[in-house]
């Protein structure tokens, strides 16, 4: 069994509420990644949970190079496992964040079928989703 912490990122670049500025924002999540280790966690999942509130499924591409940027320099401020989830439900551009990060696992709330949620009907992309992984990173498990 593995323990999972979660990194919630303030607004970024973009959303309503950004006022920090991405230097401030890295080194937020760099500390948090340090204090997750040292408390023994095994991976650590980022979510861009002040973005709120959320894309149904295509975040803009701020969000994914402000998520991007995060991420690398977490891989390099850890060896712990990392991993992705675009809220609220953009599959493809957590896997692109992965790819660019060397990142290990994606979470994508909504893979397959359909959920009514506060950002309405959502509707899985399993078949994109699969077929992109395959293409840039067929190491990154899908959650």
Known sequence: MSIIGVIHLPPLPGAPG????????????????????????????????????????????????AMTRVIADLADATDLDLGVNV?????????AVAAATNANFVRINVLSG?????????????????????QICPDVVIC
């Open 18 to 65: 950004h006022a920090t500025s991405m230097s401030t924002i890295v080194d937020a999540a760099r500390q948090d990644a340090i204090t997750l280790s040292e408390a023994g966690f095994d991976a650590i999942i980022i979510e861009n949970f002040g973005d709120a509130p959320f894309f149904a499924d295509n975040v803009p591409p701020a969000t994914v190079a």
């Open 87 to 95: 809220l609220r439900n953009d599959g493809l551009a957590a896997l």
């Open 114 to 134: 359909s959920m009514y949620t506060d950002q309405g009907l959502i509707t899985g992309r399993a078949a994109e989703v699969v077929r992109l992984r395959d």
